[in-house]
């Protein structure tokens, strides 16, 4: 059975730093994978996708990913932190079989310092 | 604008009592989910659909029950079997296989 990895639970920085999200996959054969991000009291965004194609992913709000299969990682950064980058972020995986179902990981709290 | 509509977005529940929770996508998906959100859990896999008229069981079905007698329509059930129902629940639909999911935007179940 596959599963997701996110360490830690909650991630703070400053306005203008770094943002760095890891996640670790486990899956015999490389997956599907996403990142989704929430905010209060809303459902689930997808940010970015990584469906076999580029290893490194762009996706919405300056967000990236990358794909490491040695590693079985797709972490998430992005270069500069915006205060309306505070939310919590879901790395997701998803067979490349039949099966549609999605696992999900606990989730990071990103919040941002100004 | 395609998307999902959850109803209602807060709803309450008294004991021994069930209750529904509306789901309806306008994306034309053939898949659809239901997802239950804990502080700290992530979300875990109530029941999904890829086929109107079939369903199946996901992680933690007990206590929940689904229907799917049309392509847009996707409710999901509480059932006073459900011992501890109070969460986030998130309902999804995706098209093609290789496609992610898209979410609505939940309701909140709180029990009086």
């Known amino acids: 059975a596959q599963s997701v990895t996110q360490l830690g639970s909650h991630v703070s920085v400053s306005e203008g730093a770094l943002v760095l999200l890891r996640c670790n996959y486990s899956?015999?054969?490389?997956?599907?994978l996403f990142w989704y991000v929430q905010y209060p009291n809303q459902g689930l965004q997808l940010l970015l996708k990584?469906?076999?194609?580029?290893?490194l992913v762009k996706g919405i709000n300056g967000f990236e990913a990358e794909f490491k299969k040695s590693e079985t990682s797709f972490h998430l950064t992005k270069p500069s932190a915006h205060m309306s980058d505070a939310a919590e972020y879901f790395c997701?995986?998803?067979?490349?079989?039949?099966?549609?179902?999605?696992?999900f990981g606990k989730g990071i709290t990103l919040s941002v310092r100004p | 604008d395609g998307g999902i509509t959850q109803s209602p977005k807060y709803l309450f529940r008294k004991e021994g009592q069930n209750v529904t929770l509306s789901c309806e996508q306008n994306?034309?998906?053939?898949?659809m989910y239901w997802y239950r959100q804990d502080p700290g859990q992530g979300l875990r896999l109530i029941y999904y659909?890829?086929?109107?008229?079939?369903?199946q069981k996901g992680d933690i079905a007990e206590g929940y029950s689904v229907s799917r007698e049309k392509k847009e329509s996707f409710p999901l059930t509480v059932t006073s079997a459900q011992k501890n129902p109070t969460a986030f629940y998130l309902c999804?639909?995706?098209?093609?296989?290789?496609?992610?999911?898209?979410f609505g935007d939940g309701t909140r179940l709180s029990i009086l």
């Open positions: 990584y469906t076999s194609a580029a290893t």
């Open positions: 997701a995986v998803r067979p490349t079989g039949a099966n549609s179902k999605l696992t």
């Open positions: 999804a639909s995706s098209g093609d296989r290789n496609q992610p999911q898209h």
């Open positions: 994306l034309n998906h053939d898949a």
């Open positions: 899956s015999s054969v490389p997956p599907y």
């Open positions: 659909s890829q086929i109107v008229n079939d369903f």
